[in-house]
């Protein structure tokens, strides 16, 4: 489904980013990780090498705040596999104290991450970006501003690049809670407001069902613009919106 096609996929060394590679990996792409975790990083990587073959998988240690580090990220992928089709802006972290590394690593760096892979995208006819923001974004969480508001950031991003970038898609989903280190060591007691909204939303997601929704707007070429929720109760949904016109009529 996605031979000669290459993605890079941020924050991939563990979590969503290590399914949605691995999914990836299954569909025929060539995969690049961008990971700050150079451990981590490693273990994934060789797992998926001898899982899928050296010569599709590339590891590129690297801090997706880092600017230079990202274009260099890029200039090696395209080296390496000779195109890049594909962005999956997945790395994210959740740290209520730290408001301006939230913002930063996750709006500022896809935000980043997306301009670069542009230039690399040029002339590719299947181009994609797809930005892992999160239910977060609509539900405003008390306690954790910085990363509600970076989410609703990388929707409205999505929204606006998906309306004004000729040849490139931009999709973004919103997954609910998932089961994933973000949410704190394994084995490890939630904190209870988390322990309450999982209750609440009934259960964990499972990453690998993130990964599907993420290669479903991959592979689709109709989707573009389009935020796709996923929760343990409703699956699969689509946000629905005004187009541009219709906002500005409703002003
Ligand atoms: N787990 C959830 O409940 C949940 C729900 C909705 C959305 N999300 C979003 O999904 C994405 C992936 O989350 P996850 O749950 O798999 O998290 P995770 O913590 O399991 O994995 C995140 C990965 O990103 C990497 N990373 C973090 N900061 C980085 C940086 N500055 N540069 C490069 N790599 C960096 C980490 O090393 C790690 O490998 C995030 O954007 C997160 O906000 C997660």
Redesign the pocket.
């Known amino acids: 489904m996605l031979s000669e096609q290459s993605a890079v996929v ?2 991939g ?5 290590l399914a949605t590679s691995r999914l990836l990996l299954q569909s025929g792409a060539k995969v690049a990780i ?4 150079k451990d ?1 990083l490693s273990t994934t990587c060789d797992e998926l090498k001898r899982e899928f073959g050296t010569d599709r998988v590339l590891s590129f240690h ?4 880092d600017e230079e580090q990202v274009v260099k990220g890029f200039a090696l992928t395209k080296e390496t596999f000779g195109s890049v089709d594909i962005l999956v802006n ?5 740290s209520p104290k730290e408001w301006k590394k939230t913002l930063l ?2 709006l500022h760096a896809p935000m980043f991450a997306s301009y670069t892979a542009m230039e690399y995208m040029k002339g590719s006819s299947k181009a994609v970006i797809v930005n ?1 923001a ?2 977060a974004g609509f539900c405003a969480i008390p306690g954790n501003e910085s990363y509600s508001a970076s989410k609703s950031g990388l929707i409205a991003f999505t929204r606006s690049m998906a309306q004004s970038t000729e040849g490139i898609r931009f999709n973004c989903i919103c ?4 089961d ?4 704190g060591e394994p084995g490890k007691e939630l904190d209870s407001t988390l322990s309450f909204i999982i209750e609440k939303q009934g259960g964990l997601l499972k ?1 690998e069902q993130v990964s599907e929704g993420i290669v479903r707007l991959i592979t689709d070429a109709s989707l573009n613009g389009q935020v796709l929720k996923l929760t343990p109760r409703k699956g699969f949904h689509f946000e629905k919106y005004d187009s541009f016109m219709e906002s500005l009529e409703k002003l």
Not at 13 to 17: L, S, T
Not at 34 to 37: A, G, H, I, T, V
Not at 62 to 65: A, Q
């Open positions: 941020t924050g060394a563990q979590g969503i980013g961008f990971d700050l975790s981590k690297c801090d997706v705040t997945n790395a994210g972290i959740t690593i996750n892992v999160s239910m997954p609910s809670y998932t994933t280190p973000l949410l990453p």
